[in-house]
């Protein structure tokens, strides 16, 4: 746990804040780098990926703040973004939403500007676990001490606090917590698998969509199928072993999958119409050489006028020198 990075001035740069940081500026420069390359405005979606991370980071602290109406402490508490204060799957959701109801205003195809985010979202997912775990929050359930990958945290972290209010049974130490799971660690390292996977899928793509649908189907199963068993706040049971977290994660992989062969269906019946990497009226330049076509078209025919003109003109004169031949014969 090291939730301080460093210090400037007197100002403590908190290591959660800093690495939402990172990663909301990698994820524009990437994102953005790949637009490009799929020859989308990337000026336009540079404005829209302010939008859906904006409105995904305020809409995943308002779920939490509902959920946890005792931390609310005025319009301030919207924009604080601390450790273990997010709603991941509904700010996720928002920032979707948001995303295509833009593109869908600037008439570019939804599905080819998610291929190019879906990659640096995955990275961000990364670097928020990495910060979640220096900051002690969403951690681990108890695990034997024997484990080999338990983790302790000192006795001024959450997991401390926690821990001496809820394991009455066991005996603490005095200077740091019982061992814990790093769940933030199973899920940093799963999304940054995820994050290789994604470009390869992005370099052998068949449709526009399929970076985008992995994405959110591993996301699913890394912070429901991977990571909530192993912590301590573990989503509720429903029946049995199974939790809401289970539920979840298969309701959305379901989704994806089936959202999947019905891209692979219209793609076997128009391809033009999934395969949106190549460019299209949304191109930056696209209309421009429409435009020159047309002129150098306009021209030619005006060129091809001309010499038919000259053609006749040059005929009438041969006319009128036979004539002339004519009378002087006679």
């Not at 939402?20 to 780098?33: D, E, F, K, N, T």
């Not at 573990?234 to 809401?244: M, S």
């Not at 003109?309 to 040059?314: D, E, F, I, L």
């Given at each position: 746990m090291h939730p301080v990075l460093f210090s400037l001035g007197e100002t403590p740069i908190h290591a959660?804040?800093?690495?939402?940081?990172?990663?909301?500026?990698?994820?524009?420069?990437?994102?953005?780098?790949?637009?490009?390359?799929?020859?989308l405005p990337a000026d336009?979606?540079?404005t829209g990926y302010v939008f859906a991370v904006g409105a995904g980071l305020l809409a995943g602290r308002a779920m939490w703040l509902f959920s946890n109406r005792e931390q609310y402490e005025g319009a301030l508490s919207l924009i604080q973004l601390q450790a273990g204060g997010l709603s991941g799957f509904g700010g996720v959701l928002t920032g979707l939403i948001v995303a295509g109801v833009y593109c869908q205003n600037k008439k570019i195809p939804p599905w080819a500007w998610l291929d190019c985010a879906a990659p640096a979202f995955l990275l961000g997912v990364v670097l928020e676990r990495l910060g979640a775990f220096l900051a002690g929050a969403d951690f681990g359930a108890y695990v034997d001490p024997d484990f080999f990958l338990a983790v302790q945290f000192p006795a001024d972290s959450p997991v401390y606090d926690v821990q001496r209010r809820q394991l009455t049974g066991l005996r603490m130490a005095l200077d740091r917590s019982l061992p814990v799971h790093p769940s933030q660690l199973y899920a940093a390292a799963a999304a940054a698998v995820g994050v290789g996977l994604s470009l390869v899928i992005r370099a052998r793509r068949q449709y526009s969509g399929q970076v985008a649908l992995f994405a959110m189907g591993?996301?699913?199963?890394?912070?429901?199928?991977?990571?909530?068993?192993?912590?301590?706040?573990?989503?509720?049971?429903?029946?049995?072993?199974?939790?809401?977290?289970?539920?979840?994660?298969?309701v959305v992989i379901g989704v994806v999958i089936g959202v999947h062969f019905t891209r692979r269906t219209k793609l076997a019946e128009a391809p033009a119409s999934v395969v949106q990497w190549t460019g299209g009226p949304w191109t930056p330049g696209a209309e421009e050489p429409a435009k020159s076509g047309k002129k150098k078209k306009k021209?030619?025919?005006?060129?091809?006028?001309?010499?038919?003109?000259?053609?006749?003109?040059?005929?009438?004169?041969?006319?009128?020198?036979k004539k002339t031949d004519a009378k002087k014969t006679d």
């Open positions: 959660y804040g800093f690495l939402i940081a990172v990663a909301l500026i990698l994820g524009w420069i990437l994102s953005l780098a790949f637009a490009r390359a799929d020859k336009q979606l540079g591993f996301y699913a199963a890394v912070r429901y199928l991977i990571e909530d068993p192993f912590r301590y706040d573990v989503t509720p049971e429903l029946a049995g072993p199974i939790t809401l977290g289970h539920l979840t994660g298969v021209s030619g025919k005006k060129k091809s006028g001309a010499k038919k003109s000259g053609a006749k003109k040059s005929a009438a004169k041969s006319a009128d020198a």
